[in-house]
């Protein structure tokens, strides 16, 4: 992700990028699929222009892994690029199942990296059960209108396996 021409320059130029990340194992139905279950997990990469470094943190569920700092982008691709563990598997034998991942990268403004920060560090337990005041909505709604018209971008990308018997 990190090789994209847009997204490295962005990242240069002080914009964070957020990978929010979902595994799904799904059972093939007669008529529709079945969700099984599902794993998401996230991931903050930033360049740092005093140290000149890549910084990595991945967050899963109420696990936050220690930030990482990378000297050369190729080697901050090369973390990103490692295997994740997952424990997602079939429940019910003799099912055929098969595996969806969800990847959605977001380049962040200054403003959604303090939230982001500070919601990785659990300071913002009264916005996420929805007791936030309507301005800082609009205001948080205005902000991410900015960071898009300034050169921020959003890109979905999905994946499937191939169907396995359990």
């Known amino acids: 992700m990190l ?41 903050l990469v930033r360049f740092d222009p005093y140290t000149k470094s890549y910084q990595i943190v991945r967050q899963r569920a109420r696990d936050t892994e220690v930030p990482a700092a990378f000297p050369e982008r190729a080697a901050a691709e090369a973390a990103l690029e490692r295997a994740v563990p997952v424990a997602l598997a079939p429940l019910r034998s003799g099912e055929t199942y098969y595996y969806n991942v ?14 982001l920060e500070r919601w990785l ?21 205005i902000g991410s209108l900015v960071s898009r018209m300034l050169g921020g971008e959003r890109r979905h990308y999905e994946a499937r396996s191939v169907s396995f018997r359990a």
């Open 3 to 43: 090789s994209d021409g847009r997204t490295h320059e962005l990242l240069l130029n002080g914009f964070p990028v957020a990978m929010r990340f979902r595994l799904e194992l799904w059972r093939v139905g007669r008529l529709f699929d079945n969700l099984e279950s599902s794993t998401p997990w996230d991931v």
């Open 102 to 115: 969800v990847l959605d990268v977001e380049t962040l403004s200054f403003s959604d990296l303090d939230e």
């Open 121 to 141: 560090r659990g300071d913002l337990q009264p916005a996420a059960k929805g007791r936030l005041s309507p301005v800082s909505a609009l205001r948080r709604g």
